[in-house]
Nanobody, 126 residues
Framework: VQLVESGGGLVQAGGSLRLSCAASGRTAVFNAMGWFRQAPGKEREFVAT????????????YYTDSVKGRFTISRDNAKNTVYLQMNSLNSEDTAVYYCAAGSDPTGLRNGRPDYWGQGTQVTVSS
C-alpha cells in the first residue's frame, strides 16, 4: 500500500487549503484513513479520521477538538482518495500533515495505523 499526499503549501491566516491522499496497492485491506500532523518541536497528533463499511457505503468521521467546525475529512471511493478541507487556518495549524490508513479504526485514531504517507507541509502565515 502506498499513500501519497498533496495539496500542502503556504497560506495566510484565515485562508483555506485542501489536502489529498491517494491510496494505491492493496487498498481493500483497510477500512479507515486519517490525517495526523506534527508541528516543529511537538509530537505527532491526531487530526481527523474517516472509516467506511465494506458492503454498505457509510462513513463515520472523527475530529480532534481544535479543528472541529473548520476541517472536513471526506473520501472519494472510486479514486481511493481521502481529502482534508481546511478552512479558517491559523498559525497553530502549521505542521507537516501525514496521511494514514489502517484496518483498525480505533488503532488508527490512537496513532497506530498500518500505513503512513510521507507528509506534506502546511504553513500558515500570520
Amino acid at each position: 500500500v502506498q499513500l501519497v499526499e498533496s495539496g500542502g503549501g503556504l497560506v495566510q491566516a484565515g485562508g483555506s487549503l485542501r489536502l489529498s491522499c491517494a491510496a494505491s496497492g492493496r487498498t481493500a485491506v483497510f477500512n479507515a484513513m486519517g490525517w495526523f500532523r506534527q508541528a516543529p518541536g511537538k509530537e505527532r497528533e491526531f487530526v481527523a479520521t474517516i472509516r467506511w463499511s465494506g458492503s454498505v457505503t457509510y462513513y463515520v468521521t472523527y475530529y480532534t477538538d481544535s479543528v472541529k467546525g473548520r476541517f472536513t475529512i471526506s473520501r472519494d471511493n472510486a479514486k481511493n482518495t481521502v481529502y482534508l478541507q481546511m478552512n479558517s487556518l491559523n498559525s497553530e495549524d502549521t505542521a507537516v500533515y501525514y496521511c494514514a490508513a489502517g484496518s483498525d479504526p480505533t488503532g488508527l485514531r490512537n496513532g497506530r495505523p498500518d500505513y503512513w504517507g510521507q507528509g506534506t507541509q502546511v504553513t500558515v502565515s500570520s
